[in-house]
């Protein structure tokens, strides 16, 4: 559980994956707000699929619970089951396409 703190800050490379179980985080850039996440929505998800630094910093608003995993083993999914593996990637996927539609 984590309660009104910055859980990725800009330009780090993230380890993790996360999906928000319980709670809301706020997306923000130069300190606005653009935009609010809840329950289903995965962080970290941009830079699981580009290998690149976050672009924004996410911050719990109130008391969170996320589910994370290790970014490197999803990666070696491919390797295991490859099935399983693009269905994540779909499933990513679309979560990030629904955030660029809801901006």
Do not use: C, Y
């Amino acid at each position: 559980m984590i309660t009104d703190e910055i859980i990725i800050k800009k330009g780090t490379r993230q380890q993790n994956i996360a999906l928000i179980i319980s709670g809301k985080v706020d997306v923000l850039k130069k300190s606005e707000i653009i935009a609010e996440l809840g329950r289903g929505s995965f962080i970290a998800e941009m830079s699981f699929l580009t290998g690149k630094p976050a672009t924004a910093d996410v911050k719990a608003n109130g008391i969170v619970k996320l589910i994370s995993w290790p970014q490197k083993k999803l990666h070696n999914l491919e390797q295991i089951n490859s099935a399983l593996s693009i269905k994540l990637q779909n499933i990513l996927g679309k979560d990030l396409t629904s955030k660029i539609h809801s901006q």
